[in-house]
């Protein structure tokens, strides 16, 4: 029985373990959920000096009795649940439990099933059902379902014995040091086969049990088969139960001791996961239509998150190009981007929201734009066509020294004849102070 744990004795995840976590993470982003959560709500009756002994003459650890619960739950979002039992120890065939040693452990497990093998890599397979939350209970303790550094939730291991098995003495040799680290966010039950019809029908039916000793931990998530003296084999399997990301839940359970062997348990569940819509697909991006190469734009869009959150935006620029999630920004107010092409060419820019709990919009439509690489009789490169450029082309032409050329020498080439001569000042003149103005200028 894990009661505590004192600051700073956690053990670090081993790399593997990390790794998994941080996969995990990528692909289970943060939660959010649109359907109700389905689990298994299981609650384990455990003596945690067990009445059965191991091949050693010593008393198992958390020895399994009943299951006082064994029901479904199903939970939307933001809702709670709440279960109180009264087990009945005579009637369970055990009347003579005494209220110093006594203890539930309410489980819940998922409902999606998962690829499991008794015996690996691909013998005795079973329907894995991964752990969510963990909870205990004795008549003057509690410890809620806890999450802790490299633990997302308390960790749970069945352990498959018999009080003949050889090798079973290990087993609960190891789990016992390790419990008694009080270092790790974790319970376990010994499902003694050999005396408990319904262990052992928990061991064989639904795990389909090859090996006796057999710790499942989490479930079946990750197991540890046969009796190590070592710790590190039954360390790396509650590290690794411990680093799956699961459903954001309250778990808590109570006991109080009625007399006679009779128990009162209540067990609480809440889901936090939030029910969230995804933000509206953003307005078409408001901007320049027609600019130049390495110049930056301001553009803008709106979108709405249904639950009134912060937004991020991603912008796609159409030159191959994407910003970051850009934010946050306020729901319904304005996003601004800037952006700059480094060519010439035709982009359509579109722009994509995302909410606090990373559910993402649709693309908005596009909004066109021409890059051009310069001004068509912007001689001088002041990114408008005006008097200076009649005198830098005036200079150009008869300076002496002559001024400096057009750079790009295309855009003085004002009346679009290949070359940069005084047709092209003319044609400027005309088209800045003629009247009527005379034709705008048309570059090669």
Known sequence: MNQASPAGTYRLPGPRVLIALLCLLFTSGMANATEPYSG????????????WQDASLVNFDFGFLDFARDELVVLDPQQSYTDTITWDGAEAGYGDVTVDN???IAVLFNTDPNQGYSHPPDGYPFDAHFVDAVAAATPDSQWANTATAGFTHTVFIEEAVTT????CPRTRNALHEIDSMYAYPFFYAAMVVSDNEKASRRMYDDYNLAFLPTCYGDGG??????GYVELDPYLEMIETAGARVVPDLELSVSLTWLGGGELSIIATITNNEIDNEAPSTPTQPGGVS???????????TISVDPEGGY???RWDWGDGSQSD???????DKDCEATHQWISAGNFEVRVQARDEYLEESGWSDPHAVSIAAYVCGDASGDQSVNLLDILFLISYLYGNPPGEAPVPIECGDANADGSVNLLDILCLISFIYGSPPGPAPQCP
Do not use: D
């Open 40 to 51: 298994w709500l299981k609650i384990y009756v455990v003596e945690p000096a067990s009445r």
């Open 325 to 331: 999630w850009l934010g946050p920004f306020e729901s």
């Open 102 to 104: 006594i203890m539930v």
């Open 164 to 167: 003949s098995c050889g090798y």
């Open 290 to 300: 027609i600019g130049l190469v390495n110049t930056i734009y301001h553009f803008t």
């Open 221 to 226: 998530l990750a197991n540890v088969y046969f």
């Open 311 to 313: 937004l991020h935006f």
